[in-house]
């Protein structure tokens, strides 16, 4: 609480400012949380000390993030061929592992993509027909 003389109050000029409102704290903390996260997998999966800066750490931690989960589609990938009468899209040898699915995705029409799609779900297949799709 603050008091003004009556003399001083009147010679002041409030400043008029809007109010910002309450920030979105649960936002904050997640942010922060997954940059921490990024930047302990650094620490922990690729071994960098937690002294350099953080950018660094978080650099470090996504390429273990994505050497990881290379593994993982590869082992998906072995897996997933050796099951007898299981066809693939693509070619389960592609050296980048992350264009899987790209004849699907971009080698035809957007009507076909999804006609392929609908008809993959009819039947309990799950597929992803692209990014471009409406």
Request: with cysteine; hydrophobic share 45%.
């Given at each position: 609480?603050?008091?003004?003389?009556?003399?001083?109050?009147?010679?002041?000029?409030?400043l008029k400012v809007r109010p910002p409102g309450t920030p979105c704290f649960?936002?904050?903390?997640?942010?922060?949380?997954?940059?921490?996260?990024?930047?302990?997998?650094?620490?922990?999966?690729?071994?960098?000390?937690?002294?350099?800066?953080?950018?660094?750490?978080?650099?470090?931690?996504?390429e273990a993030a994505t050497a990881y989960e290379a593994g993982l589609m590869?082992?998906?990938?072995?897996?997933?061929?050796?099951?007898?009468?299981?066809?693939?899209?693509?070619?389960?040898?592609?050296?980048?592992?992350?264009?899987?699915?790209?004849?699907?995705?971009?080698?035809?029409?957007?009507?076909?993509?999804?006609?392929?799609?609908?008809?993959?779900?009819?039947?309990?297949?799950?597929?992803?027909?692209?990014?471009?799709?409406?």
């Amino acid at each position: 609480m603050m008091f003004v003389a009556v003399g001083l109050r009147e010679r002041l000029t409030p400043l008029k400012v809007r109010p910002p409102g309450t920030p979105c704290f649960e936002a904050q903390a997640g942010t922060q949380a997954a940059i921490e996260h990024i930047a302990w997998l650094g620490e922990q999966c690729a071994g960098v000390d937690a002294a350099p800066p953080l950018d660094r750490r978080i650099v470090t931690g996504l390429e273990a993030a994505t050497a990881y989960e290379a593994g993982l589609m590869d082992r998906f990938l072995a897996g997933t061929t050796a099951i007898p009468g299981l066809t693939l899209s693509a070619s389960p040898a592609a050296t980048d592992w992350t264009r899987a699915c790209r004849p699907l995705a971009s080698g035809w029409p957007i009507a076909r993509r999804w006609k392929t799609r609908l008809r993959w779900l009819r039947k309990n297949i799950f597929g992803w027909a692209g990014d471009s799709m409406p």
